[in-house]
C-alpha cells in the first residue's frame, strides 16, 4: 500500500521561500495524479496544485498562482512544491496526496485523492 511522507515544512519571514517534499514508499506502480493540499487553523483544507504523473501537466490554484511550482522526480519517488514569495495566509499544515490505483485527479477536490500524508506544518511571519 502506497505511503507518503512530508518534509520541508518550517517557519520563515514574509518573502521568503521553502520546498516541501513528499516521498512515496510500499508501491510497485505509479500514482496517476499528485498533488498537494494544505489547512488553515480554523479552515477547509484548500487544494494547492496537482501533476499528472502520464504527462506531468500542472495545475495551480489561483491564490498561489506564479509563486508556487509542483513537480515530480521519478527516479525518486518524490512531488515536490516550491513555494516563493511566502505571504503570512500560505501558513497551514500542507498534505501530499495521490490518486492512486484510482482514475487520475482532474481537479484539486480532495474526494479525487485516496491516499494522503501526515502534513508538514509552513508557518509565515509578516
Known amino acids: 500500500q502506497e505511503q507518503l511522507v512530508e518534509s520541508g515544512g518550517g517557519s520563515v519571514q514574509a518573502g521568503g521561500s521553502l520546498r516541501l517534499s513528499c516521498e512515496t514508499f510500499g508501491h510497485t506502480y505509479r500514482s496517476n495524479s499528485m498533488a498537494w493540499f494544505r489547512q488553515a487553523p480554523g479552515k477547509e483544507r484548500e487544494g494547492v496544485a496537482f501533476i499528472t504523473s502520464a504527462d506531468r501537466v500542472t495545475f495551480h490554484a489561483d491564490s498561489v498562482k506564479g509563486r508556487f511550482a509542483i513537480s515530480i522526480d521519478y527516479a525518486k519517488n518524490t512531488v515536490y512544491l516550491q513555494m516563493n514569495s511566502l505571504k503570512p495566509e500560505d501558513t497551514g499544515v500542507y498534505y501530499c496526496?495521490?490518486?492512486?490505483?484510482?482514475?487520475?485527479?482532474?481537479?484539486?477536490?480532495?474526494?479525487?485523492?485516496?491516499?494522503w500524508g501526515q502534513g508538514t506544518q509552513v508557518t509565515v511571519s509578516s
Open positions: 496526496a495521490a490518486a492512486h490505483g484510482i482514475a487520475a485527479a482532474t481537479s484539486l477536490l480532495p474526494w479525487q485523492y485516496n491516499v
